[in-house]
């Protein structure tokens, strides 16, 4: 069965970084995308980055453009999340995603604090 299990969080400054990774089982990984959601406190869930199979297509929220990076290393059946300058309006947990056929699947989440 598919399994998604995040990693990388933690608690940064406003303005720095963090590299999430979520690693992926279960699945022929190469052959479709992944997204990143993520998840503030009190509100919904909300898209943040997808990448198709081969990296050849990645989008991004308008929140996040210029700041974040999805990528993918196919070998390691892992996504990426490079997450750069970040905020406050950052501090959610983060998920990866995928749909394989038909059936979401989620990780657990990893927590993402910004703060001083």
């Known amino acids: 069965q598919v399994q998604l299990v995040e990693s990388g969080g933690g608690l940064v400054q406003p303005g720095g970084s963090l590299r999430l990774s979520c690693a992926a089982s279960?699945?022929?990984?190469?052959?479709?995308?992944m997204k990143w959601y993520r998840q503030a406190p009190g509100k919904e869930r909300e898209w943040v980055a997808a990448?198709?199979?081969?990296?050849?297509?990645?989008n991004y929220a308008d929140s996040v453009k210029g700041r974040f990076t999805i990528s993918r290393d196919n070998a390691k059946n892992t996504v990426f999340l490079q997450m750069n300058n970040l905020n406050a309006e950052d501090t959610a947990v983060y998920y990866c995603?995928?749909?394989?056929?038909?059936?979401?699947?989620w990780g657990q989440g990893t927590q993402v604090t910004v703060s001083s």
């Open positions: 995603n995928t749909v394989v056929n038909a059936e979401v699947s």
């Open positions: 279960g699945f022929s990984f190469g052959n479709y995308p």
């Open positions: 990448i198709n199979g081969r990296s050849t297509f990645t």
